[in-house]
């Protein structure tokens, strides 16, 4: 059971060489075992797993079971689940209970799996490192004094280090695919829209998307399947068909048009990243595909434009966190406004308090102008700069990160330094594409992530391309020292 893939797990029951309760067991006991050394869980669900697992086995006793039905999972602090604490990974929400399930959850539910527990995050989905929690830095399994990336850190922490074989992310600006990166996973954020926004915390809602984290693209498609589709309840939900993304994934990459930004093997990028994802490429052209130079001129304002329109929705969103219509509130005020400023206060961390503060002077009249209006019209560049791409490639390709992961304790004083962790990936969020990281190799012990980036709705492809990768490497199949 210990260190399969989702695909090998399935196979696994349905042959009834294990159940889903001795399969949830086994991943219980790992968590037990480690989350004490990495803090990748907030909240294990031991009961709720248990009784979910003997669900799916009955399930499947009845020849009613799918896939993914009696395969554990961890979900991510920022989707509300019903019974069960859900943090956002701030003091904000330390005591929240959600009254109900987000869509992801009821989809995950719904075909059958098992939840372990929720995540680790930085608050409200705001960092690159996870050491912006309120529950403490998360680390990385592949080098403790490390960070394993974020905002979902305890998602890619508890995939990389087995404690599940999958988990749920989310990604506002690469908060699935950095940490995928820095952990060694493949993780992919879809088109926005694909996947429902209902009951998954806002942060940022014309940038957030969820999407799964797992060790290979095939065990992504067998998620993705599974969470995305039309959602009434989210106005931004997109009404298409969801096809089967497994059913595609073996096509050849053969005739494969790939660019490659120049902007992105430019400066900041680390040498020795820049030579894995090279090699990367190479093995690419091995499988049949084109490479070519492509140019996206504006790469170098989607950090600051990201950093002014993030803010301006966080701080629109989370003025809901009040201590009156949800979250902490502060013991005995003395009037409203020291029950709102004192509530507001001790429940958030500084992190979120700097992007209330950006966002609110960014949309305060007189600025509205000068920094939001131009971020959009900016965001608008970004966009057309793929959508030229897109006319003669199919596929972006270049590294996640321009490092590996970093120590802990190494950015959080340099509030620029930690933004451009995701200097490859924020752009995908303001154009809307999808976007893929999968292992493509290790500089010391630290894995490297390729990022795929496609047009509009071509998950499917960006599946494709990384699992014939995968066919043909081993890096998804590393298991970091201390784990095994
Ligand atoms: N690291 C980026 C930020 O701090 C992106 C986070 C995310 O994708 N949720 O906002």
Redesign the pocket.
Known sequence: MKEKTISQLSIGLAAKEFSSKELTQMFLERIKKFNPLLNAFITVTNDVALVQAQAADRRRQQGLAGPLTGIPIAQKDIFCTNGVRTSCGSRMLDCFIAPYNATVVEKLNAVGMVMLGKTNM?EF????SNENSFYGPVKNPWDLDTVPG??SGGSAAAVAAWLAPAATA??????IR?PAALCGLTGIKPTYGLVSRWGMIA?ASSLDQGGPLAHTAEDCAFLLSAMAGFDPRDSTSIDRPIPDYVNTIKQPLEGLRIGLPKEYFSDGLDNAVAHTVEIAIDQYQKLGARIREISLPNSHLAIPAYYVI?PAECSSNLARFDGVRYGHRCNSPKDLLDLYTRSRTQGFGDEVKRRILVGTFALSAGYYDAYYLKAQQIRRLISDDFQRAFEYIDVIAGPTSPTVAFNLGERVDDPIKM?L??MYT?AV?LAGLPGLSLPVGFVGKHPVGLQLIGNYFTEGRLLNVAHRYQQVTDWHARVPNEFT
Not at 125 to 128: D, E, K, L, Q, V
Not at 170 to 175: A, I, K, P
Request: hydrophobic share 20%; glycine share 20%; aromatic share 10%.
């Open positions: 930085d989905a705001m960092g690159s974020g905002s989310t990604d506002t600006g690469g908060s950095q942060y993030a933004y962790s995701d924020i969020n």
